[in-house]
Structures are given as structure tokens and as C-alpha cells.
């Protein structure tokens, strides 16, 4: 461990001894001048448009794009990105500035920025405080160009992981399309072979046995020995649970008795965020949850089928002609159990439960390695930088 009061990163590549300079973020760079601009960006273009404050999304490709600056540091309000050498681009707003790295590897040095973020969150917003960020930054530009290396290998296999989830996600929902019949239709297109009878739609309260919902804690800690489980609980990709909020045994025998949650109960998100679904599995009990949640048990369906059934399109359509409009849209427990089902027979229920929980689980299985590699990006930043 290098010594606390000399500039050296924690980690470095053998054979690099020197102290590391401070500069500030505007002496390393010039602030390249826009040229024409994209007022209304659309989807399908050859070119991506840099807009303020938002990602990259395809643009036009009749326009001349920047090739110049690719390489550059691109800064929108909130958004600091970094372009890759000869990546075209185009630019929606002249709020989104171009910064050229002028005698240091741009690579390093957006990287160097990114380990600025949570000391220096007010320069997301103002340009005059980007200019000003003070860097501590290697004096040698081997050392910068190894650093910059190395994190554009790590992005590659970020982008590489970021894209296989991507892609099981896109799958997962022509798998929906496909195995679930079509509006006004009884037939799916793609169904497990053996299968033949016309499916049937019901409302849900018909397969449910219970459907009802919890209440707020009176103790607001989030400390205790029970698992709480709200809305930002349930992985919107894979359904899966992450209990982050506890309650005391005490509320979930008395107050919250009435919604203490068993296993296989389906739990479907009514105020906020709509229909967000997950299926509750031993392993988190005992557990409770809020009136953000309804709780669903079943009793006349496969609950894997129907915790697939309810991310599907038939959900979505309802969500979108039902909601009530408050303070927030919400469902009421009455709206959720008239909500249409289409289900075939149990045996293909099963068939069809048990290979989306096989994908889901592939999905969640994707996202732990993103997250993987994203935090170990995050600790060679912490380690690699001074």
C-alpha cells in the first residue's frame, strides 16, 4: 500500500515509480465547437444522436456526422459519455458539449473523471464546475495509455455482457408473443408439443383463492428479524426478490398479521410502479409486504404460469385502460381481480411455468455477471486512480 501522503494509486503496472500532478479537467482539454444540429432525433438512423442529459439512441443518417471528434468526451447535463476513435456521432443540442483530451489518453482521462462523480456531483450540472474539477493524473503517458487500455478492455466485456442480457430479455418477450394467444384469438403460435385445446379467459379472482394486500409499518427503522418486501424489491427482469427492509416479529404477528406472505404467493405491484410480479419462495419466509403490493394466492392455476401470465401482454393493456389516477396510478384489489387471464389446461400451464422460470433464471444468472464485472470496474477506479 503506497503511502497516504504521496499522489500514487493504490494499484498500479510494474515499473512505474513517479509521483502522480494535479491538474484541473480544463488545461487537459479543448472544448471542440458544434456544428449543425438534430432538433428531432429518430429511431432507425445509421448515426447515434447525443442528446442532453440522455443516452446515445440511433439517429438520422442522411446528416454529416462528427467523425473528427470521435475519441472525445462528450458532456450533456447529467450525462458524461465517451466516444470511441472514428465512431460516428451527431448532436440533438448545443447543450451537449465536445471535449478533446489534448496530450493525454482519452480514455484515461474519462475514466479519471468517472472517479470524480461522488465527490463532485455538482459539476453533472454546471460546465464552468466540469472545467474546474481538480484530477490528480499520471505524468507519464505510457502509464496513462496502459490505464486506458486496460478499462477499454473491461467496457468491451461490460458491452459484450450488457448485450447477451439484452438479448435473453428481447428473446423472453417474442417467447411471451408467441406461447400466449394473440388478442381475440384462443390458440398460442408456438405451443409444447401433445397440446391441442383451445385456451380459456377468465378474470383472475377466479383462479385466486385470496387476493389482498398489506399496509405501512408503524415502526419506520426497517430493522427486525422479518423480511419486508416493497415494490424496488422485485427485479423487473427476472422477478427475482431482494429483500432490503426488515420489520419486527412483533408487527409481523399483530399489526401486519393479516398479510404475512407464504410461498408461492404471487406478488403484483399496484401503486407507483404497475404490475411488476414475482412468485415468493421459501427461502424468504417469514416475510411481509405493503399496500404497494398485492398479494395473490392461487388456487385453481399453475403459479408459475400465472406469475408468466401476468408479465404479458394482456396485463400490460389492462394496466394501460385501467389505472386510477391520483397522487400516483394505483389498482384497486377489485380492478386486479377482474384482470383477464388466458390459460390452457394445467398440464401445459406447468409445461409453460417451468420453462420461463428456466429462463428467468438464465436472465438473472446474465445480470449477476454484468453486475460482477460492472463492480469490479467500480474497484479498479477506486484503486487504480489517486
Not at 466540469?130 to 484530477?135: E, M, N, Q, S, Y
Not at 493524473?137 to 487500455?149: A, C, H, L, M, P
Not at 401470465?309 to 377489485?334: D, F, H, V, W
Amino acid at each position: 500500500m503506497p503511502p497516504s501522503n504521496k499522489r500514487v494509486p493504490a494499484i498500479r503496472f510494474s515499473g512505474f515509480v513517479e509521483e502522480w500532478k494535479e491538474v484541473t479537467f480544463a488545461s487537459v482539454v479543448e472544448i471542440q465547437a458544434s456544428k449543425e444540429f438534430i432538433a428531432n432525433p429518430v429511431e432507425g438512423g445509421k448515426y447515434p444522436v447525443i442528446q442532453q442529459g440522455e443516452e446515445p439512441i440511433a439517429g438520422y443518417s442522411d446528416k454529416q456526422p462528427y467523425k473528427e471528434f470521435g475519441g472525445s468526451i462528450l458532456f450533456g447535463d447529467h450525462t458524461l459519455s465517451l466516444f470511441k476513435p472514428n465512431t460516428p456521432f451527431l448532436i440533438a443540442t448545443d447543450g451537449v458539449k465536445i471535449f478533446q483530451a489534448k496530450e493525454i489518453d482519452s480514455n484515461y482521462l474519462f475514466h479519471e473523471l468517472l472517479t470524480k462523480r461522488p465527490t463532485s456531483q455538482g459539476y453533472k450540472r454546471h460546465l464552468n464546475i466540469l472545467k474546474g474539477v481538480a484530477l490528480i493524473i499520471s505524468r507519464n503517458s505510457t502509464e496513462q495509455s496502459r490505464i486506458g487500455q486496460f478499462f477499454r478492455t473491461l467496457d468491451k466485456l461490460v458491452e459484450l455482457r450488457k448485450k447477451k442480457l439484452d438479448k435473453l430479455i428481447t428473446l423472453k418477450k417474442e417467447l411471451l408473443n408467441k406461447l400466449f394467444p394473440q388478442q381475440g384469438q384462443k390458440i398460442p403460435a408456438i405451443r409444447f408439443s401433445g397440446f391441442v385445446e383451445e385456451w380459456k379467459e377468465v378474470a383472475l379472482g377466479e383462479l385466486a383463492g385470496l387476493i389482498t394486500k398489506g399496509t405501512t409499518p408503524l415502526e419506520k427503522r426497517g430493522k427486525g428479524e422479518i423480511n419486508f418486501i416493497k415494490v424496488e424489491s422485485i427485479d423487473p427482469l427476472s422477478g427475482k426478490i431482494c429483500v432490503k427492509t426488515r420489520i419486527s416479529r412483533k408487527e409481523h404477528d399483530g399489526f401486519l398479521k393479516r398479510s404475512k406472505l407464504k410461498e408461492n404467493d404471487i406478488l403484483f405491484s399496484i401503486a407507483g410502479t404497475l404490475g411488476r410480479v414475482c412468485c415468493v419462495p421459501s427461502e424468504i419466509l417469514p416475510a411481509n409486504t405493503n399496500q404497494a403490493l398485492a398479494i395473490i394466492r392461487v388456487e385453481k392455476a399453475d403459479v408459475k404460469f400465472l406469475t408468466v401470465a401476468l408479465n404479458g401482454r394482456m396485463t400490460a393493456e389492462y394496466i394501460r385502460c385501467n389505472p386510477t389516477i391520483g397522487a400516483q396510478p394505483n389498482l384497486s384489489l377489485k380492478q386486479v381481480g377482474e384482470l383477464p387471464i388466458c390459460h390452457p389446461n394445467i398440464g401445459e400451464q406447468a409445461r409453460i411455468g417451468q420453462f420461463f422460470q428456466t429462463f428467468d433464471n438464465l436472465i438473472e444468472l446474465r445480470k449477476k455477471e454484468l453486475d460482477g464485472l460492472n463492480n469490479m470496474k467500480f474497484n479498479f477506479l477506486n484503486r487504480m486512480f489517486v
